[in-house]
C-alpha cells in the first residue's frame, strides 16, 4: 500500500505564488507517472500534470508556462510549483500515483490540499 502525502497548500492572491509537495512512503522509482490533480467545487477531478522516472513531464494547457512540476528521488518526494495562480486555479489538489501491485496497476491518491486564490 502507497501512502501519498500532500502540503503546501493555502491561500495566495491572484498572481502569487504556491509549491505543493507530495511525499511516499516507498521509494518513487516504485512508481508509474506520478502526478497532481485537481478538483474544484462541482466540477470533476482533472489531470494538472505528470511526471515520468526518466523526468518527462506532460502539462493540462490551462497551466502550462505557469506551473512546473518536479521530482527528488532521494526525498521520495514530487513538487508543484504553482506561479501566476488565478481565481480559476482554486480547488482541492491531489497527489496521484500507479503502482504495479499484482496482477495490475493500482492507483494512489493522497489526501488533497487545498489552495485558494483569492484577493
Known amino acids: 500500500q502507497v501512502q501519498l502525502v500532500e502540503s503546501g497548500g493555502g491561500l495566495v492572491q491572484p498572481g502569487g505564488s504556491l509549491r505543493l509537495s507530495c511525499a511516499a512512503s516507498e521509494s518513487i522509482f516504485n512508481l508509474n507517472r506520478m502526478g497532481w490533480y485537481r478538483q474544484a467545487p462541482g466540477k470533476q477531478r482533472e489531470l494538472v500534470a505528470t511526471i515520468t522516472n526518466d523526468g518527462s513531464t506532460d502539462y493540462a494547457d490551462s497551466v502550462k508556462g505557469r506551473f512546473t512540476i518536479s521530482r527528488d528521488n532521494a526525498k521520495n518526494t514530487i513538487y508543484l510549483q504553482m506561479n501566476s495562480l488565478r481565481p480559476e486555479d482554486a480547488a482541492v489538489y491531489y497527489c496521484?500515483?500507479?503502482?504495479?501491485?499484482?496482477?495490475?496497476?493500482?492507483?494512489?491518491w493522497g489526501q488533497g490540499t487545498q489552495v485558494t486564490v483569492s484577493s
Open positions: 496521484h500515483c500507479k503502482r504495479f501491485l499484482f496482477p495490475r496497476l493500482r492507483d494512489y
